[in-house]
C-alpha cells in the first residue's frame, strides 16, 4: 500500500522536451505538493495545493505547470526542459492543519536527467 | 525570513556511542519544527515534530528532540546509534500555510 506514489521513477530526456510527471496519494489528504531536490540535496518547495486549489507558487519558471485533476492526484508538466532542471522531484502530501502542524509524506521521487 | 540553520555538514558516530544531530531557527512567532530523514535513493520520512506543549518529543526509530526556546534550537538525539540510522537528515520549520523551508541536511554515518 503505497501511500504517496510518482511515475515515472526516472526520467532522461533531451534539452527542449515537454515532460510530465504524476503523483497520487491515497492518504485521503487534502493539500499536495511538489519539491525539488538539487545535486547538492537541498530541498525547495515550489508548489502546493489545497482541494485542487493552488495555495503555495514560490518563484518557479513558468515552464513549470501543476494540475491537480483532483485532491488525490498532483501532476507536474514541464515544458522545454533546460539543463539546469535536471533534479530529484518530490510529491508530498499532508492533512490540512492550522498553519501546518500536520506533517508531509513523501514521494519516492523522479529522478530527471535533462541531456 | 524563516529558516533553519543545519550548521554539520557530516556528523560521525560510533555505533552504540549517543549521537546529536543540530538545528537551530529563525522565524517570528511560535515555530512547528520538524525532523525528517531520507535514506539513500528514498523519499524523505517523518521522524518527530514540536507543536506546542513537552519540550521533548519523542519519535520514531527511537529518536528523540528538545525544543529549546532560548537557544532556539531543536536538536535531534538517540541515545545508541544504529549503523542502520546512516542517512542524510534533516531540519524544517513551517512558516505557515504549510510551507515548510528545509535546512541543508546533515548527512550521519555511524560506523561499526
Known amino acids: 500500500d503505497t501511500a504517496v506514489s510518482q511515475t515515472p521513477k526516472y526520467l532522461v530526456t533531451q534539452m527542449g522536451n515537454d515532460k510530465s510527471i504524476k503523483c497520487e496519494q491515497n492518504?485521503?489528504?487534502?493539500?499536495m505538493y511538489w519539491y525539488k531536490q538539487d545535486s547538492k540535496k537541498f530541498l525547495k518547495i515550489m508548489f502546493s495545493y489545497n482541494n485542487k486549489e493552488l495555495i503555495i507558487n514560490e518563484t518557479v519558471p513558468n515552464r513549470f505547470s501543476p494540475k491537480s485533476p483532483d485532491k488525490a492526484h498532483l501532476n507536474l508538466h514541464i515544458n522545454s526542459l533546460e539543463l539546469g532542471d535536471s533534479a530529484v522531484y518530490f510529491c508530498?502530501?499532508?492533512?490540512?492543519?492550522?498553519?501546518?502542524?500536520?506533517?508531509?509524506?513523501f514521494g519516492p521521487g523522479t529522478r530527471l536527467t535533462v541531456t | 525570513a524563516q529558516s533553519v540553520a543545519q550548521p554539520e555538514d557530516q556528523v560521525n558516530v560510533a555505533e552504540g556511542n549517543p549521537l546529536t544531530v543540530k538545528c537551530t531557527y529563525s522565524?517570528?512567532?511560535?515555530?512547528?519544527l520538524f525532523w525528517y530523514v531520507q535514506y539513500p535513493n528514498r523519499g524523505l520520512q517523518f521522524l518527530l515534530k514540536?507543536?506546542?506543549?513537552?519540550?521533548l518529543v519523542k519519535g520514531s526509530y527511537g529518536f528523540e528532540a528538545e525544543f529549546n526556546k532560548s537557544q532556539t534550537s531543536f536538536h535531534l538525539k538517540k541515545p545508541s546509534a544504529l549503523v542502520s540510522d546512516s542517512a542524510l537528515y534533516f531540519c524544517a520549520v513551517n512558516t505557515g500555510f504549510q510551507k515548510l523551508v528545509f535546512g541543508t541536511g546533515t548527512r550521519l554515518l555511524v560506523s561499526p
Open positions: 514540536y507543536i506546542t506543549g513537552d519540550n
Open positions: 522565524v517570528s512567532g511560535n515555530p512547528y
Open positions: 492518504l485521503g489528504h487534502d493539500t
Open positions: 508530498a502530501s499532508s492533512q490540512e492543519g492550522a498553519r501546518g502542524s500536520y506533517e508531509q509524506y
